[in-house]
């Protein structure tokens, strides 16, 4: 068995043969998506003025795109299985990438969550260890390609923006 049966196994396990991680693990993997989605609106939301909220929601939409409906179908097909990368992971990870760049905080934040996102996912089956790297590789691409096209050089996106 390779690693990432091991890991798989054990996870499923642990779920398996507890009713309240098994519920922990579909809350994680299944709820806490929607919880990350309210809390990127309040993100936005939190913005001053008009132009830094609609920047802000612009850029956090363009990069989900870019994940989840450019990058991970050619990473789908590349792979040459159904499953990898992780679209879920791939998505997540990437605006909590983005997030760093608006607020440490807020990305510190939501990367936990988007850990626990999937760790939920591999407890209750629907991904394995390996989907969930892919994805945060596919995430870590599609951030750097957007700290290329919306952050400059030696230029760091104030605090309050």
């Known amino acids: ?11 499923r396990g642990l779920a398996a043969g507890s009713a309240l991680l098994s519920f922990i693990g579909s809350v994680f993997g299944y709820y806490l998506p929607y919880l990350m989605g309210i809390g990127v609106l309040l993100f936005v939301v939190k913005k001053k003025g008009l132009r830094d ?10 990069i989900g795109i870019l994940s989840r409906f450019i990058l991970f179908p050619l990473a789908d097909v590349i792979a040459g299985r159904t499953g990898f990368p992780s679209a879920s992971a791939a ?11 608006f607020r440490k905080k807020w990305g510190m934040f939501f990367t936990l969550l988007s850990l626990l996102n999937a760790a939920g996912l591999i407890m209750v089956g629907a991904d394995s260890p390996a989907d969930i790297a892919g994805g ?24 309050g923006v």
Not at 1 to 11: A, D, K, R, T, V
Not at 91 to 101: E, V
């Open 136 to 159: 945060l590789a596919l995430a870590a691409i599609s951030f750097f390609i957007f700290k290329v096209l919306f952050v400059k050089k030696n230029e760091i996106i104030p605090e």
């Open 91 to 101: 998505f997540f990870f990437t605006i909590s990438f983005a997030l760093w760049i």
């Open 53 to 62: 909220k609609t920047l802000a929601f612009l850029q956090i939409i363009f």
């Open 1 to 11: 068995m390779n690693l990432n049966e091991e890991i798989f196994s054990w996870l």
